[in-house]
């Protein structure tokens, strides 16, 4: 019952998205899109092997999804319409191709393999034997299947109720939330490009450069961020809705906007990002104590004394 309350929020706003006029068609695309996409990519392999780490392959190019569909869906093709697109097709394709590379690196397709599983899908089975979720079958394909309801549901709200908007007039909101993204999606990229230089350069212990030095994860931090963005770019379209559907599922719209929000931050700081990073971290690495102690988890921040501590 627990996964089942997990899924329910997901659920509703999925349930909102396919019953507001304005945002039906596009949705029922996406559904379709996300169920055909997770199973062939990550269910499907999932069962075969008992790894988890397919779902990398299915969210980012389930995002590319949501892009297309905003595009190909539109009645009209309007600058908020194209740019909301964009930016999915954008996050999606980044990560989605650094998971096929990831995808022939590991060799995720063997049968039977367990040692090539990422390290967060690892830590994710700490998790079911403290939980006491027996089956590891159920609990593969809950963890895909979680990830694939979300792509249907909250994380394509913005996308959606930007794209139902069509008379929506440019404004400084506008392209202030599109340049934060724009920035964030920069300096992940920066973030991603200051660790494989760290590691390429043959040095031992912590990344502490460059944007490493304000926070422990710093691309998780302007990932959530690129998502915060898009919340902003969403929320002038709100309104409109509330003229088009009924107050119920208006609420619930609302609340999946926010939601995505919450969702990708829970997700980088605790379910498969920042958390299990940081258990094997600390095993793989002696300095990453002190670190920890001198510089902030999520949020960037000045370097802390080891009396100081860290967020």
Known sequence: MRRVWSML?????GVALLLDPGTAGPAWWNLVAQVVLFTLAAAVPGHLTRHVSYVDVAWPWGLVAIGLVTLFTADELTVPTVAVALTYLAMGARMGLWSLVMTVKHGWWTP???????PRY???RRRWERQGFRSEAWSVQYEIWLQGL???SVLAVPA??????DQRPLSVWFWAALVLWAASYVLESVADRQKQRFAAGGKRGTCDRGLWRYSRHPNYFFQWMQWNALVLLALPSLPARFDDTT???WALLTLGLFFASWTLYVTLTKHTGARPAEY??????????LYQATTNMFFPGPVKTPRQGAE
């Open 247 to 249: 107050p119920l599922v």
């Open 122 to 124: 690892l830590y994710q």
């Open 150 to 152: 979300a792509n249907a």
């Open 280 to 289: 094997y971290s600390l095993r793989k690495r002696p300095d990453y104590a």
């Open 112 to 118: 039977g393999s367990t040692k090539v599983e990422l």
């Open 160 to 165: 959606f109720v930007v794209a139902a908007d």
């Open 9 to 13: 929020p997901f659920a509703l706003v």
